[in-house]
């Protein structure tokens, strides 16, 4: 069954979040995963707002949990955590 990641992410740090960027999408992309939407405009009606949203798509529940324990996706964690806030959920789709 089809699996979502959804982040919602303050950047703090823009230079070292770039550094997350660059290992980030090749790990994502290693495990099957398909960006949806990765910025872009926003409108957030409830909450707190978030500058950038992402939703990535994986094929299963299994593989996008892979993907984020991966060493490669550990690793870019690593330059994340020193350069934003944000929340990252994963959520099974409906088929």
């Given amino acids: 069954m089809t699996a979502y990641w959804m982040t919602r992410v303050n950047v703090t740090d823009p230079d070292e979040y770039g550094k997350y960027a ?55 964690l690593e330059h994340s955590a020193k350069s934003s806030v944000r929340n990252l959920c994963i959520v099974e789709g409906l088929e």
């Fill in 22 to 76: 660059e290992l980030a999408g090749p790990a994502i992309e290693k495990y099957g995963g398909t960006f949806l939407a990765r910025g872009g405009k926003t409108v957030s009606l409830e909450g707190e707002e978030y500058a950038r949203n992402v939703v990535i798509q994986f094929d299963s529940l299994e593989q996008a949990v892979a993907c984020y324990n991966s060493p490669e996706y550990r690793k870019a």
